[in-house]
């Protein structure tokens, strides 16, 4: 009976990462040759200097090549629900990496160019007529959630639109945040951020982020947090830009947890310290053996009780299951690889769950907001030009970034 549930669990995760994905981009590629078309007309246009109807885009056109930073179409206002929003900061993610490189193409089969970019924060440049009067205005500061759901499915009537099965993702789906400006599906997408004095004054570079990097480990963590509390022991997996908040989420909702982090490299894990883990594990010091060793002796004994991946590689799978305790969770966050393996008998004999969490749905992220806005969570960006975005790309892949590259247009 176990292994039954932890098999349906295992595969549905699997399913939802080709099947929901291909399910929201055939949807989604209708929509969008629209968009494609403009750019056809701009081919010849790449040098020109800039006007009111261009912005300067970095744009995939092959992928495996750098991005193409060029003039291209500024959008318009096509129905009344839209809204033009003009970028103040985008957020550098994995997945971008693995949007440029091609490593999505059968899942995500994207129309090139594409602008990617799905972090984004800015200010609202102009709005559609059915937007209600009085929500917004020209100059506003706002966060843009990333899944424009349909609005009507029962998972977007849950509040959970980010698992809609037509959801159009910003930098993914549809031209994102590499850009001057964006337009936004709907009003309905937008989080504005009331300025309520000095006190809670965020920028709008912190403001990005937080729409993925600091959302999604949020989501993760509320998923387990009844878990939580004096004795348990919470390990995150992969201090990058998710990792750093998952790190802060867990002291803040884990109600006395001890919180191990582990990465790869002695900066990542400094960080994590700032952001308030009790022990840090440099995973390349050690055999993949010797690692549960290193945990036992750094928790007296106590092993982990839930670890959030936020790397998603065969190696961080086998790592975090190997050191669960009876009943322990693992939390699938990251997307690094593509397939994992689970140890059958030990997943079944000591009642291993497995969870997968995608992303946070608006209303999270209003929680994220009100988190950074009282101060509470703290932020490790870098801030770099929209001129620099490929040596920034490279940068990240080489694991050079600490915290989130953010990329200012
Ligand atoms: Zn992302
Ligand atoms: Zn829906």
């Excluded at 929500?135 to 424009?148: C, N, P, T, Y």
């Excluded at 159009?168 to 937008?190: A, N, Q």
């Amino acid at each position: 009976m176990h292994y039954i549930l932890i098999n349906v669990v295992y595969k549905a995760l699997l399913c939802r990462r080709t099947v929901k994905i291909d399910d929201s981009i055939s949807f989604s590629c209708t929509m969008i040759t629209k968009m494609n078309s403009i750019y056809e007309n701009d081919e010849n246009n790449i040098n020109n200097t800039n006007n009111l109807d261009t912005m300067l885009s970095a744009t995939i056109h092959q992928y495996q090549n750098p991005l193409v930073l060029q003039q291209t179409p500024k959008p318009k206002i096509i129905h009344g629900e839209q809204v033009l929003v003009k970028v103040g900061a985008t957020g550098l993610c994995h997945s971008d990496l693995h949007l440029v490189n091609g490593d999505w193409k059968k899942s995500i089969p994207l129309q090139l160019p594409k602008i990617p970019g799905h972090e984004i924060a800015g200010w609202i440049e102009e709005i559609g007529d059915s937007v209600p009067e009085g929500l917004l205005q020209k100059g506003d500061m706002v966060a843009v959630f990333g899944g424009w759901g349909c609005g009507i499915c029962i998972q977007c009537k849950n509040g959970n639109e980010q698992l809609c099965s037509y959801t159009k993702w910003p930098g993914i789906t549809v031209d994102g945040g590499f850009s001057e400006y964006i337009l936004v599906e709907s009003y309905r997408f937008l989080i504005k951020i009331e300025d309520d004095g000095d006190k809670s004054k965020l920028s709008v570079e912190e403001l990005a982020p937080l729409t993925d990097a600091g959302l999604t480990p949020y989501r993760a963590i509320k998923k387990i947090r009844q878990m939580l509390g004096p004795g348990k022991v919470i390990a995150i997996m992969g201090i990058g830009g998710l990792g750093y908040y998952a790190v802060q989420y867990a002291k803040i909702l884990g109600q006395t947890s001890n919180i191990i982090a582990f990465d790869r490299q002695d900066e990542k894990l400094q960080l994590a310290e700032t952001a308030g883990a009790d022990v840090t594990i440099n995973t390349s010091a050690y055999e993949k053996q010797n690692i549960k060793e290193q945990v036992l002796t750094a928790t007296n004994g106590r092993g982990v009780d839930i670890v959030i991946d936020c790397v998603g590689t065969e190696s961080t799978v086998y790592n975090s299951i190997r050191l669960l305790n009876k009943g322990g969770v693992l939390v699938l966050v990251g997307l690094f690889g593509n397939q994992i393996t689970l140890p059958l008998v030990p997943s079944v004999i000591n009642e291993y769950s497995i969870i997968g969490s995608l992303w946070g749905n608006y209303n999270e992220l209003r929680e994220v907001i009100d988190l950074a806005k009282n101060k509470i969570i703290k932020h490790s960006i870098q801030k770099f030009p929209l001129n620099r975005i490929n040596e920034v790309i490279s940068l990240l892949k080489e694991g050079k970034i600490i915290g989130r590259a953010i990329i200012v247009p």
